[in-house]
């Protein structure tokens, strides 16, 4: 690594020496290895005067005769300072710094830049950290690790999606994930639904086909500033991932990777076990709900005809769901000589999910390789090639019989599930299925027989050409591209709801993204201290995403799910969308001493969506740093190394395509009640329909404005370490299609509207509580706190609706409140909050439209504890959500049908509610008299009522969880010197083991109904999280 | 060195000098500028028919007491209705599909001269505005779909209806009927007449004559309702029903009639009787008490052409209506069930018959708003609608019409107006949402109120859509209740 260091940083050569005294000499050495350390400074501290260890770490420098203080820096390693007194010999070693103090990082386009010269906050994660505690999603292993991150996976599906905010929300209908990028070419993370309006897939989304085998690691670029150079896509952050590559100079390595995983339901419903199946205490084998009479063991005639008895089944619902596992094994191949380097590396996923006949195989081929030419040529390349297999994905959602979970969840607390698992129970002797409980589907029949699938193939890479005609010059042009082939197949046996003959859906996703960046550097010593980094760059970024969506029923052979097989088809329902950018940028970076830092950027960004007047824009940005330490003797050892660091910056923003012009779209099925029939042309006659939302000529880009202020604080020779920041960043300008009053003619406007703030902390604390011999115990926090508004918005509008979200509650952005207003039905309350009662039924009014929650948390914190002792590693995580509400659909259907354990009290009694009954009331609403509630419900109604009401949906969404327990051994190399293996490690693993404090009842407050998108906090019988327990051996030859 | 940099300066201009083409894919590349205006029709005509046969027509029909929804869709048999439809009906299916797509293709017609074209769209927009304003009481009309208005006013009920009243106007206005042939008229592209210009004006003329006895008992329209009847206007009038505005469906299944769908798509659960295979019958609309007794007290044929028995009971098996709201269900086998004249594939999506046009002159003759021969227009009335069943199994003989006419002469009744008007809530069966509106109008006949629903009188309105309420400053806080009464409502 630190010969990488040396090449990638230009060394301060120190010319001044004059006339001295007399020479003091000697070695540097590598404390670690011994060997000697060539190109280390050493400097007589308080003057200019310094040299360089030569090629066997030696040096002399003259000195004045009454000594002095010399001074040894190199990259990678702790600074050593030596009194000279009268010694003429000054041997140094000199210590690993531990704490990178000076590691590299990889910014923008694959620039490399010590972070010590960064103006903005930036945190790693090293491959370790994906491996020991494996996600086959990385998304998901950065929860708790990354201060200012926030992670959430959306449900148990397998190949689910997950989603990744920084620093909050800054776009209520834009995108607010952040731009991935995969060895300088930026990838694509899509989340394209194939949904109809109350129910759908969960088809992942495309970040997490990342391989965590083949992550050398990953780096959060967290502010504007850090990512001016990716022009508006890096608005929200980048996530800079860099490969595994093989070594220079180094001996041809295998390296073997064998995991295997078990997942089970992270939390299941606390169920009751006294009643069953019926209503008004009447058993009633057609029912779904369970407010029949208290369990008495009677004998009754069960929902398939067969006599039951009436008595519990208390694991009918986790019985339903089995032990998912997962296997991943990768083998890689890696080494280099001193021109070249090799990896190649093959790895295979296979996942079965928690839910019954659902399952994801993965295969991943990654292969690159660089090399020097001896005309000061170089080029390198990597190719990742994938192939995703997914068979049997469930349907989530409600109101819907092929979606599982929803009927499992709230099954009756007597049904024996198991019952109905088989072919003969669900199907009738024609094939056709057995309708199950009164009118919806059995579940088995929806997961065996409607088997959905997803094929991904998948591409990426890019090759790189350089020149490097002198130490100062370097003109690099890389091509990188991301192809994805995405292919779903949803079918439906004969006889499912809804598709009486059969039917399919398939829709095919073709997305390309290609991108050019053609990067020149100058690197000149301006003087001996002042150093100047400039980069002149162009990119050219092409994203292409074609969907065809076939829908089909009435299939004639009704085995054969091809659209070419249905008698009712609508014509392919085709997008292609285009978005182009050509960007110019530089950046100049200055550096004095090497501990003061200057940088600034700008860019010019040409984007296809704007109108032609208003689709060329530029933005600046500054940002400056300075290492304390270094540039001022403190003379104290409290602290060995400070740094403060602010930046300033501007981004651009774009939209999607299209919204320009208005235009009409030919029609192909025509939406009706239930399922699709109808289609076009009919009778022989097109249709076409108008735009939905009001184009827009006039756009402009929206501009994104942050700062930031932090430090980097070490105290106690690194034993404990601050990085604090301090941000603001707000984006003006924003394109919103705003929603408007339909009876404009549109559901939605095109404007430039609105403003939101983000402002906020971000603390890691590192410290090395104990440290005894081999034993070393290091302890982290990340902590992050967010401050979200939405600042200003157009003038006819208090509100613009947050978009994806499809029935009620909704979720909205309202003028000086967090972006994510839960916004549904509540009970009408009197002047002095008492609910309303209804004078007839006993039972609470309600109202629509109002405010019930806010999902934005106020805080998340992870905290890490890792104990080493030799090869012996143990390390724990906690991650802490603190705020922001949800709601859940699944807990009010639960206690709605009397399935849970809150619901078993007071069924024998009857209860009046708290509450005044309304006698009168004016024009709007409001109560003019009431009176004591008087009047007598039944358990039954209470939970009944509070189903209807959004308000007792929503829940405060803190949690604190296990997130990762792991301890990994590696075994000492001594024990193979006659084998030829190179290490050996082990690890068990253990991720989302518990929830340590929750305030929502019965579900994992960390789940998503609507995916990756910006509807969060809203669940509705999301398939539940996965706990995961797992074994991990890797082996190196 | 100052080579390689002028080198990259100009390779830098060079690749950004090409970028005005480059960046030229705003197109979307599967939508069109500019279509012809027929496929606007088309599409406003489908999604009106759509929401009439999905959701108006049995929601009306239930709330009217002309059959009972069980096991699906039974929330307006307590005057309940769906929120989510509502809205859709509102946002998508109204105020784009039908008023401003229609607008864009008028545009179209008008930069051409296509006056046929322009009429043929604004009467569809007239039907469809009475569909709105009958649903909600109050709705924006004046400034909708108009740049100026990005928050629309609400306008009364009353001034609706004057604005539609000038829309017709307006439309009927333009027709010439000389020129019926394209591009001056929609004709292969009109789903409803094929471009019969004589048959739209008939259509129009109705429209009026519907609209006018709306208002017949809350506004002084006499002298207009007198006029046109004695105009010799083109009305739907033949008794034949050749030249009723119907939109119609087909025996396959991508053109099919979209209530049918609902039922046959949930066939395996139990939406027929004896089973899924075997069907004989829908099971999840029952004859109603109300219509039942109705029926029976006038003995009229038509009872056995709405409703069948039981499929395992004789075919003049006496069965029982089901009660509306809350209540006890009659024993499977004793139910009447909404026979498959109604229920089928390719039920028509009757929009204006000549039996309404019939009726509505005989009530506006006998009580005097215009001067005209009462019974003759009953007896049409009666043919045209006994006559819709002419060639099915359903047929009423020639000689049961005549005998029903004999044995109701009006000048036998003690409240022929009521009558008629009772004539007309029976001859709107199937089409729920002008029986709706007929009946809140009329109040006849008398109704017993659901049990069991939120509100203590037959519904009058549907509450406006939350979503438009958050989203249009001009609307109003809250949306008047269901048991409101629109303005057009007799009140006695």
């Not at chain 1, 990678?76 to 010694?87: C, D, F, P, T, Y």
């Not at chain 1, 950065?142 to 776009?171: F, M």
């Not at chain 1, 200057?598 to 860019?603: A, F, S, V, Y």
């Amino acid at each position: 690594m630190k010969k990488i260091l040396l090449t990638c940083f230009m060394l301060v050569f120190v010319l001044y020496a004059w006339a001295q005294d007399r020479t003091v000499g000697g070695t540097v050495t590598d404390g670690e290895t011994g060997e000697p350390l060539p190109g280390v400074t050493v400097l007589l501290k308080g003057t200019g005067n310094g040299v360089n260890t030569d090629l066997d770490g030696k040096y002399r420098i003259s000195v004045p005769s009454e000594g002095g203080t010399l001074v040894f820096t190199f990259i990678g390693m702790n600074r050593v300072e030596k009194e000279i007194g009268s010694k003429s010999v000054i041997d140094v070693s000199m210590a690993t710094d531990v704490q990178q103090l000076s590691e590299v990082i990889v910014t923008a386009s694959g620039i490399e830049r010590e972070s010590r010269a960064t103006g903005y906050a930036v945190q790693t994660v090293e491959s370790d950290e994906f491996l020991k505690s494996r996600e086959s999603n990385i998304n998901n292993a950065l929860a708790g690790k990354v201060a200012g991150v926030d992670v959430n996976a959306s449900s148990g599906t397998v190949g689910g999606s997950s989603r990744v905010v920084i620093r909050g929300v800054s776009s209520i209908s834009g995108n607010n994930q952040p731009l991935y990028v995969v060895d300088g070419v930026p990838i694509q993370n899509t989340n394209i639904a194939s949904v109809d309006r109350f129910s759908g897939v969960d088809y992942g989304n495309r970040a997490g086909d990342i391989n965590p085998d083949d992550i050398e690691s990953m780096t959060v670029l967290k502010g504007g500033a850090a990512a001016a150079l990716y022009g508006q896509r890096a608005r929200n952050g980048v996530i800079v991932i860099t490969t595994k590559k093989g070594k220079k100079n180094s001996k041809m390595s295998v390296t073997v990777n064998s995991s295997v995983r078990f997942d089970s339901p992270f939390r299941l419903p606390d169920y009751q076990n006294e009643y069953g199946q019926g209503s008004i205490n009447k058993l009633d084998s057609a029912s779904q709900a369970n407010w029949g009479p208290r369990f008495d063991g009677r004998s009754f005639i069960a929902p398939d005809s067969s006599t039951a008895t009436y008595s519990a089944v208390p694991d009918n619902v986790e019985n339903f769901y089995r032990t998912g596992q997962t296997m991943i094994n990768s083998v890689s191949l890696a080494g280099g000589d001193d021109k070249s380097t090799y990896r190649f590396g093959i790895t295979q996923l296979d996942q079965e999910g928690i839910v019954p006949n659902t399952a994801i195989s993965r295969t991943t081929f990654n292969l690159n390789g660089s090399r020097n030419f001896d005309n000061n040529f170089y080029s390198s390349f990597a190719v990742t090639y994938q192939r995703s297999d997914n068979d049997g994905r469930p349907e989530t959602g409600f109101n819907n019989p092929n979606a599982v979970a929803s009927i499992v969840t709230t099954i009756p607390r007597n049904i024996d599930l198991d019952r109905y698992k088989d072919r003969d129970v669900y199907l009738n002797p024609d094939g056709s299925p057995v309708p199950f409980l009164g009118i919806t589907q059995n579940p088995f029949f929806s997961l065996n027989e409607n088997v959905f699938t997803q094929d991904v193939n998948r591409l990426f890479g890019y090759g790189l050409i350089g020149f490097r005609p002198t130490d100062w010059l370097n003109i690099s042009w890389r091509l990188g591209t991301d192809v994805i082939y995405d292919n779903r197949k949803q079918i439906y046996q004969a006889g499912s709801s809804g598709y009486v003959d059969g039917g399919l859906w398939n829709d095919r996703i073709f997305e390309q993204q290609t991108n050019s960046d053609l990067l020149v550097t100058v690197n000149k010593d301006i003087t001996d201290r002042l150093n100047l980094n400039l980069i002149l760059g162009h990119n050219v970024n092409d994203i292409y995403v074609e969907s065809a969506f076939d829908r089909g029923q009435d299939l004639t052979d009704p085995t054969l799910f091809v659209i070419q097989n249905a008698n009712n088809k609508e014509a392919s329902n085709v997008i292609n969308n285009r978005t182009r950018i050509i960007g110019a940028f530089f950046d100049a970076g200055f550096s004095w001493d090497n501990y003061l830092f200057l940088n600034i950027t700008g860019r010019n960004d040409w984007n296809s969506t704007l109108p032609v007047d208003n689709n060329s824009y530029f933005f600046p940005g500054v940002s400056g740093s300075a290492v304390l330490t270094d540039a001022f003797d403190f003379g104290s050892d409290l602290f060995n190394f400070l740094k403060v660091r602010a930046n300033w910056s501007q981004v651009g923003g774009s939209t999607t395509p299209f919204q320009l012009s208005p235009v009409f779209f030919p029609q192909t099925s025509i939406f009706q009640l239930f399922g699709v029939d109808n289609t076009y042309p009919f009778n022989g006659i097109p249709g076409f329909a108008g735009n939905n939302a009001r184009a827009n000529a006039e756009l402009r880009p929206e501009i994104t404005t942050s700062y930031e202020v932090g430090g980097e604080f070490h105290f106690f020779l690194s034993k404990l370490i601050v990085d604090a920041t301090y941000y603001v960043q707000q984006t003006d300008d924003q394109i919103v299609n705003v929603p408007v009053a339909p009876s404009t003619g549109f559901s939605s406007f095109f404007l430039n509207a609105g403003s939101i703030r983000n402002s906020g902390v971000e603390v890691k604390i590192t410290g090395t509580p104990l440290e005894l011999g081999d034993f070393k115990w290091v302890s982290t926090v990340n902590f992050a706190r967010n401050v979200n508004e939405l600042v200003s918005i157009q003038d006819e509008f208090e509100f613009v609706d947050v978009p994806g979200t499809r029935t009620d509650p909704g979720l909205r952005a309202y003028l000086g409140e967090p972006v994510g207003t839960i916004f549904g039905s509540d009970w009408r309350r009197d002047s002095e909050g008492n609910i309303l009662i209804n004078p007839v039924s006993g039972l609470r009014l309600s109202q629509d439209g109002q405010k019930i929650g806010n999902i934005t948390p106020d805080f998340r914190l992870g905290f890490q504890n890792e104990f080493s002792f030799k090869g012996l590693s143990v390390s724990a995580l906690i991650d802490w959500r603190q705020g922001g509400q949800i709601h859940s659909q699944t807990v009010q259907s639960l206690r709605g049908n009397g399935a849970v354990m809150e619901t078993v009290e007071g069924r024998d009694l009857a209860y009046i509610d708290n509450g005044v009954i309304l006698l009168d009331e004016d024009e709007d609403g409001n109560a003019i008299s009431t009176r004591p509630n008087d009047i007598a419900i039944t358990a039954q109604q209470f939970w009944g009522q509070q189903n209807t009401v959004d308000a007792d949906g929503v829940f405060d969404a803190t949690y604190v969880k296990l997130r990762e327990l792991s301890a990994s051994y590696t075994l000492p190399s001594a024990w193979f010197n006659d084998l030829p293996i190179g290490s050996l490690s082990l690890g068990v693993e253990g991720r989302n083991l518990a929830l340590l404090y929750s305030k929502i009842p019965h579900i994992d407050p960390e789940v998503s109904f609507y995916g990756s998108g910006n509807a969060q906090g809203i669940e509705a019988f999301n398939l539940p999280t996965t706990r995961s327990l797992g074994v991990n051996v890797k082996l190196t030859f | 060195m100052k080579k390689y940099i002028t080198l990259l300066l100009t390779g830098l201009i060079i690749l950004t000098s090409c970028e005005e083409d480059f960046l030229d894919v705003n197109t979307n590349p599967n939508a069109s500028s500019e279509v012809p205006p027929g496929t606007l029709l088309m599409n406003a005509s489908i999604a009106l028919s759509q929401n009439r046969l999905n959701t108006l027509n049995p929601d009306g029909a239930a709330f009217i007491q002309h059959h009972k929804p069980v096991v699906v869709l039974t929330a307006p048999d307590t005057y309940g209705f769906s929120e989510i439809g509502n809205n859709n009906f509102w946002e998508f299916s109204f105020y784009q599909d039908i008023i401003k797509d229609p607008n864009l293709a008028i545009n179209i017609a008008l930069e051409e001269g296509n006056n046929n074209v322009v009429a043929q769209l604004k009467l569809l927009q007239a039907f469809a505005w009475i569909h709105g304003i009958d649903r909600w009481g109050e709705m924006p009309f004046y400034q909708v779909n108009n740049p100026d208005f990005v928050n629309p006013e609400f306008d009364e009920g009353a001034d609706v209806y004057q604005g539609i009243l000038d829309l017709l106007d307006e439309a009927l206005g333009l027709i010439d009927l000389n020129n019926q042939d394209e591009p001056f008229t929609i004709v292969t592209f009109d789903h409803i007449y094929g471009g019969n210009m004589n048959n739209w004006e008939a259509f129009g003329n109705s429209l009026k004559l519907r609209a006018l006895m709306r208002l017949s008992y809350v506004e002084n329209r006499d002298a207009e309702i007198s006029a046109l009847l004695s105009s010799g206007a083109n009305f739907i009038d033949e008794v034949d029903g050749s030249e009723d505005a119907i939109f119609r469906y087909y025996n396959q299944r991508s053109n099919q009639n979209f209530d049918y769908a609902t039922f046959d798509n949930f066939s395996n659960l139990g939406s027929y009787l004896p089973s899924a295979t075997d069907r004989q019958h829908q099971a999840w609309r029952l004859a109603s008490n109300r219509m039942v007794t109705l029926l029976e007290d006038d003995n009229d044929p038509r009872l056995t052409s709405f409703f069948v028995p039981y499929y395992t009971q004789p075919d003049d098996y006496e069965f029982t209506g089901a009660v509306n709201g809350a209540a006890p269900l009659p024993d499977p086998a004793e139910r009447g069930f909404v026979s498959d004249f109604y229920i089928r594939q390719d039920a028509p999506d009757v929009w204006f018959a000549a039996s309404e046009y019939w009726l509505l002159a005989a009530e506006a003759y006998q009580r005097g708003l215009a001067t005209g021969d009462a019974q003759t227009a009953f007896a049409n009335g009666t043919t045209a609608h006994m006559g819709i069943f002419d060639g099915t199994e359903y047929e009423i003989a020639d000689a049961d019409v005549t005998a029903y006419i004999a044995a109701n002469s009006l000048n036998g009744k003690t409240d022929p107006v009521s009558f008629i008007q009772q004539e007309l809530y029976k001859a709107l069966y199937g089409n729920g949402v002008e029986a709706w509106s007929h009946w809140r109008r009329t109040k006849r006949p008398a109704l017993t109120p659901a049990v069991g629903g939120p509100i203590n009188t037959v519904i009058s309105r549907i509450p406006l859509p939350q979503s438009t309420l958050g989203s249009n400053s001009n609307a109003p806080d809250v949306s008047p209740l269901r048991d409101v009464p629109v303005f057009f409502e007799r009140l006695n």
